[in-house]
């Protein structure tokens, strides 16, 4: 059975409204387009994210579910904690955007494609460059091991992808994110779909329209002076 979707025109602010987006497959609202940092922008401001493979049109997303967690709201097991106390790991903001990316967007063991194409790297990277968007680093013996990044609406930080070399490195970056958030008068973190590994730590899902109630009340505030300067943090 065929599937019809809006096809995006050269207008980068222009979005289709997203409770038009499809039910299956779900949230799919839109095609097309390009990766500028001003559509992009626009779409997340919308509550809407890009994701497609390598090969197939700019496929653009809004799902009736929504993966969230405020900060300070991360669950730490007791394993966890056990780790974080021997200091084994150091985590930084913002050191190595590229770095982690780049890391976040090679295949995987369990994945052999991924959805993070050069495309979308080249077009985060200058993101970044922007002041838009921003990653966290887990680093070991001066070596990167983990990370994650994603982009800022306000108080809100849209995640997009971690990765880890070393065991429990992502899960670190995440902590690490959620507190430093949580310093920063950091509102709300939208971690897209929900995975039994988000899941672990305290992200719950909300509806679609909860999402955009809170996008709306976010997009309004900043995060604390200095939350993006690159520096080093700590985890509690």
Known sequence: ????????????????????????????????????????????????????SDGDPILWWSPSKRATIKPGCCYIST????????????????????QVITNCAAPRAYQAETWIT???VAAYIKLHQQGFAHSIEIWQEQKLVGGLYGLCVGA???GESMFSSVSNCSKIAFIALNQHLQRFQGKLIDCQ????????????????????????????????????????ILIS
């Open 1 to 52: 059975m065929p599937i019809y979707i809006l096809e995006l025109n050269d207008n980068p602010a222009l979005f289709p409204d997203i409770n038009d987006a499809l039910d299956n497959p779900d949230g799919l609202l839109a095609m097309g387009g390009d990766l500028s940092p001003e559509r992009i922008i626009n779409a997340y401001h919308n509550g809407i994210f890009p994701w497609f």
């Open 118 to 120: 050069d495309a979308m």
């Open 79 to 98: 394993s966890m904690k056990k780790l974080l106390k021997r200091k084994k790991f150091s985590v930084t903001v913002n050191h190595a955007f590229s």
């Open 193 to 232: 779909m929900q995975t039994a590994h988000l899941r672990s730590m305290g992200v719950e899902e909300v509806s679609r329209g909860q999402f955009m109630t809170e996008l709306v009340k976010c997009r309004a505030q900043k995060m604390g002076k200095g939350c993006w300067n690159i520096q080093e």
């Open 156 to 158: 809100l930080f849209c």
